[in-house]
């Protein structure tokens, strides 16, 4: 492919390929990293849903200006889109997205409902305006010996008019975390594409940012040039393009929609779907260690008692299982920057905001519901005890550890949560993620595990370095920590589902994360491998990595695990 020289690079072009790298690129934003949608999988059902809502939209266009009759509707999944479709609901998404569904918004009827009304119709409509005929059992191809040329998370959409030749065509490829490229040519063996810009990142083409960066030196070149920390540069790239504001309510928006994913998974009883009969534990779990706070030893009954020193690992391994069985149950989550990987950012987001004083303030407002008038007079907070059946989390985990917090203005604290110690986290993970969605590969199907989760480690590490304080320098170190101890990890669910290993394996990259930033943050930011050369090293051992390990469920667990 031809490398574009223009002044600046847009982040699709540096996806697809039709940009180095190392050229000018506008980085990746906030708004492309952290995406809300359903589950289970970003790869293989919000980018399929996204795929079949552009294709819907076009389609529409075409028979505004050429009305007729449509006769057939013709969808074929490849390699590991069809490998895994039907355990990760990529057919269903597919269909969903052609009736005009979006994943940040589609309601959880549409999620349960609209497939059983396909499938019992034999028609699917599209975009609520027309519909056509369609038979699922022939008309929804699986073709996972098939791979196409540029990724291996391919899908083609066909519809046929009156006369029965083809009205419409278009190939697209999912290739991580939600992002959808579209071939635009019809060269099988040379595919060129391009992205299919969400809004958010349509209102900002063409608009070059301050700081460009690709790689982790240049990250952190201008940090030192600037004297701006990971979390400043990215902000300021950000706001180049839109106001503060903006920058600061979505950031509030995806912080928002995290809390409520892991209160929504620790009050949600029941077994997971898709034949595995994997209970969700986070309900019980949560209950258990709400009963166990502010109770001290006695005897060997340790676990999560006030003096137990671990306790802060069963709270955070609670957050991540609650976030990822949302996720296994097609609920809404956020995509971070995969689903996944999507409980592993909010539990380190968690544990910042109950376990680190970096994460909790106080403020003297008296309209601040949190903050009591005994909490402004000694700088102090007791989290008060959580109610009968604990409905949500809140704030449970402090209520027998009173933490001195810092003073801040009404507009920074937020239920005693540290709102700019949490923008921070957010903005620095983003430019962990960037760098390794443009270098490397954020894709079970492409990487393996070790770009899911490992990704979402390493962006978790920076996040906290960033919020506890840290250089530039150990904020890299963070995520290089997290990346290298991910090498290697492979992508291999059991039935297709995003359950097992998928759930824990959240839990034990969230530990992992918070390990790497304590041990970055009693360092001086010198390291011997650079988070260049991870990022690097994870591509090449992602490309090594035979297909069977990379979300097709032909090898590791999902051969050796017997699904009943």
């Known amino acids: 492919m031809d490398i574009k020289t223009s002044q600046f690079t847009l982040p699709a072009d540096?996806?697809?390929?039709?940009?180095?790298?190392?050229?000018?690129?506008?980085?990746?934003?906030?708004?492309?990293?952290?995406?809300?949608?359903?589950?289970?999988?970003?790869?293989?059902?919000?980018?399929?849903?996204?795929?079949?809502l552009a294709f819907a939209q076009e389609l529409e266009g075409l028979l505004s200006e050429q009305p007729g009759e449509l006769s057939k509707l013709e969808v074929?999944?490849?390699?590991?889109?069809?490998?895994?479709?039907?355990?990760?609901?990529?057919?269903?998404?597919?269909?969903?997205?052609?009736?005009?569904?979006?994943?940040?918004?589609?309601?959880?009827?549409?999620?349960?409902?609209?497939?059983?009304?396909?499938?019992?119709?034999?028609?699917?409509?599209?975009?609520?305006?027309?519909?056509?005929?369609?038979?699922?059992?022939?008309?929804?191809?699986?073709?996972?010996?098939?791979?196409?040329?540029?990724?291996?998370?391919?899908?083609?959409?066909?519809?046929?008019?009156?006369?029965?030749?083809?009205?419409?065509?278009?190939?697209?490829?999912?290739?991580?975390?939600?992002?959808?490229?579209k071939q635009v040519n019809e060269d099988p063996q040379e595919p060129e594409v391009e992205g299919l810009a969400v809004a958010a990142a349509a209102e900002v083409a063409g608009v070059p940012a301050p700081y460009p960066f690709s790689t982790a030196r240049e990250l952190l070149a201008h940090c030192l040039d600037a004297k701006l920390s990971i979390a400043e540069v990215v902000r300021a790239n950000e706001v180049s393009a839109r106001t503060e504001?903006?920058?600061?309510?979505?950031?509030?928006?995806?912080?928002?929609?995290?809390?409520?994913?892991?209160?929504?998974?620790?009050?949600?009883?029941?077994?997971?779907?898709?034949?595995?009969?994997?209970?969700?534990?986070?309900?019980?779990?949560?209950?258990?260690?709400?009963?166990?706070?502010?109770?001290?030893?006695?005897?060997?009954?340790?676990?999560?008692?006030?003096?137990?020193?671990?306790?802060?690992?069963?709270?955070?391994?609670?957050?991540?299982?609650a976030v990822n069985e949302e996720n296994a149950a097609g609920h809404r989550v956020v995509t971070a920057p995969t689903n996944g990987a999507a409980g592993v950012i909010p539990a380190v987001l968690c544990y910042l905001e109950y376990f680190c004083p970096e994460g909790r303030v106080y403020c003297?407002?008296?309209?601040?519901?949190?903050?009591?008038?005994?909490a402004r007079s000694d700088k102090q907070v007791v989290a008060p005890a959580p109610a009968e059946g604990v409905d949500s989390l809140g704030p449970t985990p402090m209520e027998d550890a009173s933490l001195t917090m810092q003073r801040v203005k009404r507009a920074d604290c937020r239920g005693h949560v540290n709102v700019p110690a949490i923008r921070d986290f957010l903005l620095a993970a983003t430019a962990v993620g960037a760098l390794i969605k443009?270098?490397?590969?954020?894709?079970?199907?492409?990487?393996?595990?070790?770009?899911?989760?490992?990704?979402?480690?390493?962006?978790?590490?920076?996040?906290?370095?960033?919020?506890?304080?840290?250089?530039?320098?150990?904020?890299?170190?963070?995520?290089?920590?997290?990346?290298?101890?991910?090498?290697?990890?492979?992508?291999?669910?059991?039935?297709?589902?995003?359950?097992?290993?998928?759930?824990?394996?959240?839990?034990?990259?969230?530990?992992k994360a918070i390990n790497a930033a304590r041990m970055a943050m009693w360092g001086d930011g010198r390291h011997t491998v650079s988070l260049d050369a991870a990022i690097e090293t994870m591509w090449q051992t992602g490309k090594d990595m035979m297909s069977k390990y990379k979300e097709t469920s032909m090898g590791g667990l999902a051969v050796n695990v017997v699904e009943c």
């Not at 003297?364 to 005994?374: F, G, H, L, N, Y």
Request: hydrophobic fraction near 40%; charge should be negative.
């Open 438 to 511: 443009t270098n490397a590969s954020i894709a079970g199907a492409e990487v393996g595990c070790q770009g899911e989760v490992g990704s979402a480690s390493a962006m978790a590490a920076a996040g906290l370095a960033q919020a506890l304080g840290g250089t530039p320098q150990q904020v890299e170190n963070a995520a290089e920590i997290a990346m290298e101890h991910n090498l290697g990890l492979t992508c291999d669910p059991v039935g297709g589902l995003v359950q097992v290993p998928c759930i824990e394996r959240n839990a034990i990259a969230a530990v």
């Open 76 to 181: 074929e999944l490849y390699g590991s889109l069809a490998a895994t479709g039907r355990g990760h609901s990529t057919d269903r998404a597919v269909l969903m997205g052609l009736a005009g569904y979006d994943p940040q918004t589609v309601p959880a009827s549409v999620v349960t409902d609209l497939f059983g009304q396909i499938l019992e119709s034999g028609v699917q409509p599209l975009l609520g305006e027309h519909q056509v005929p369609f038979t699922y059992a022939e008309d929804l191809k699986f073709l996972p010996s098939t791979v196409l040329p540029y990724h291996v998370n391919g899908l083609k959409i066909t519809v046929f008019g009156a006369d029965q030749q083809p009205l419409l065509s278009r190939i697209y490829y999912s290739v991580g975390g939600g992002f959808v490229m």
């Open 364 to 374: 003297d407002d008296p309209a601040c519901p949190a903050c009591t008038e005994q």
């Open 14 to 52: 540096l996806i697809s390929g039709e940009a180095a790298p190392d050229a000018d690129a506008r980085p990746l934003s906030v708004f492309d990293m952290f995406r809300v949608g359903i589950g289970p999988s970003s790869s293989h059902t919000v980018g399929p849903m996204r795929a079949g």
């Open 245 to 321: 504001a903006e920058v600061d309510e979505y950031l509030d928006y995806i912080h928002q929609a995290m809390s409520d994913c892991v209160d929504a998974g620790c009050n949600a009883d029941g077994e997971l779907p898709g034949g595995l009969r994997v209970r969700r534990r986070a309900s019980y779990m949560a209950d258990r260690l709400s009963r166990r706070m502010g109770k001290h030893r006695e005897g060997t009954r340790w676990a999560a008692t006030s003096d137990d020193p671990m306790r802060a690992m069963d709270w955070v391994n609670l957050y991540a299982l």
